[in-house]
């Protein structure tokens, strides 16, 4: 079956039982606060110094968001829907998975110096909600998300985040959309799935996506948080308080509420350091995160760790080289037009592959030997010359000792001279025996 006919919310079988929270006064809304206990594993007070995601649009593709939460009120862009009815995507009201994904992102909270309510790990961040699916979870849009990612690379997301999956490919134009988003300097961000399995389900296994599985509140990876090859990072997915429809809340388990955790953390590195590409921004929050329990000895990325779970204070304070252009993200490979019958280089890689044994010059084999012969026959005549030139003067040639052939000469090339390469770590590689110390709450 297609992505169009199988993609699903990977939240489908947590949306079932999720626990609605009703309008709640000031009083709830505090204890909405308090049961965020991300928050404090984030180091938030401390993050937030460093950045809040100011400057930066997170796209949410979704189901729409409701913009009208006292939440998330002023940080919600119109956005569009790809459903047949058309419009806008900020006033959902039947389904309320994107909410609680944009909520994560950038909740702002409400009241009294904001302390009610739920608050984002990027709460400067502004959202943009792509609408592609209704509320029976079915894709609406004419090829899955191919026509949503683009729209959100289009309208200026530096972030997109893709809390859904359980297809089993995608289609040449997703991955088509996908290399787009890269090459226009976006950070695709999906979830891995919650059936607790290591098939690879997509868009999380795809080319060019940042992959996210769930730890739970004991720092270990989630029971029914999907895993394997693809997996590069963890973040908080048991006992998510979130909002919801109207001014309500809601609570749930999910890889999806850790994508939208990644996607934040994605969202304070773009805003702290917006010279960095996309892959690079992959690559401080990969070099950053730590396995459960700090477990050394494990080759990353680990198919069920990942590179481990994000710690967003350390990803925007430690000194982390910027690394390639792609970090850790491998671009997909399409088919272009313009290089057809060339192998269709990946995105970054074009024009840099060379046939094996291919000179890369495009002279004819031909052409090479004659040259190789006249040479010859030059350094014959030389050599002629120079001989009798030593039997009619009985001396050596001009330029005394050292002299070309002489004892400080070399005919061949000279000694090879270290130049100003240095090779560099990978940047992808294991954890050092022992993780570095945390400082509080991470």
Not at 84 to 100: F, I, L, R, V
Not at 220 to 241: D, F, M
Not at 351 to 366: C, D, L, N, R
């Amino acid at each position: 079956m297609s992505v169009k006919q199988m993609l699903r919310a990977v939240s489908g079988a947590v949306l079932a039982g999720a626990l609605v929270i009703g309008t709640a006064p000031a009083a709830s809304a505090d204890y909405i606060r308090d049961g965020q206990w991300a928050l404090d594993a984030f180091n938030t007070q401390n993050t937030w110094q460093q950045a809040t995601g100011k400057g930066v649009t997170v796209a949410v593709i979704d189901s729409g968001v409701n913009g009208d939460h006292p939440d998330l009120k002023g940080s919600v862009l119109p956005g569009k829907s790809f459903t047949s009815g058309g419009g806008t995507a900020d006033h959902e009201s039947s389904d309320d998975h994107g909410t609680a994904m944009a909520a994560l992102i950038a909740g702002h909270g409400h009241g009294p110096n904001n302390a009610d309510g739920v608050m984002g790990l990027a709460p400067g961040a502004k959202i943009l909600p792509v609408k592609r699916k209704d509320a029976e979870q079915t894709v609406s849009a004419e090829n899955g998300f191919a026509q949503p990612l683009r729209y959100a690379v289009d309208q200026g997301a530096k972030v997109v985040n893709m809390s859904f999956g359980g297809g089993a490919s995608i289609d040449q134009a997703e991955k088509e959309a996908i290399r787009y988003a890269l090459e226009k300097d976006v950070l695709i961000v999906a979830a891995t799935g919650n059936e607790g399995v290591g098939t690879p389900t997509y868009p999380s296994a795809a080319a060019g996506i940042l992959a996210v599985g769930a730890v739970a509140k004991d720092g270990q990876v989630w029971r029914k948080s999907n895993y394997g090859p693809h997996t590069r990072l963890l973040a908080p997915g048991e006992g998510i308080y979130s909002a919801g429809l109207g001014a309500k809340y809601r609570q749930a388990d999910g890889t999806s509420d850790a994508t939208a955790y990644v996607s934040a953390a994605a969202a304070l590195v773009r805003s702290k350091f917006p010279d960095l590409t996309a892959g690079q921004v992959a690559n401080r929050l990969t070099k950053t995160a730590i396995t459960p329990d700090g477990k050394s000895g494990i080759s990353t990325p680990s198919p069920k760790y990942g590179y481990g779970t994000i710690r967003p204070y350390r990803a925007l304070t430690e000194n982390i080289p910027a690394g390639s252009k792609y970090g850790p993200l491998k671009a997909p490979e399409v088919q272009d037009p313009a290089s057809a019958g060339h192998g269709g280089a990946a995105a970054g890689e074009a024009g840099e592959q060379k046939a094996s044994g291919s000179s890369g010059i495009g002279i004819p084999p031909i052409v090479i030997i004659g040259l190789v012969l006249v040479v010859i026959v030059v350094l014959l005549v030389v050599v002629i010359v120079v001989v009798r030139r030593k039997k009619n003067n009985g001396g050596p040639p001009s330029g005394g000792p050292g002299g070309y052939g002489g004892p400080g000469g070399s005919v061949g090339y000279p000694p090879h001279q270290p130049g100003p390469y240095q090779q560099q770590s990978n940047p992808y590689g294991s954890y050092p025996s022992a993780p570095p110390a945390q400082p509080p709450g991470q």
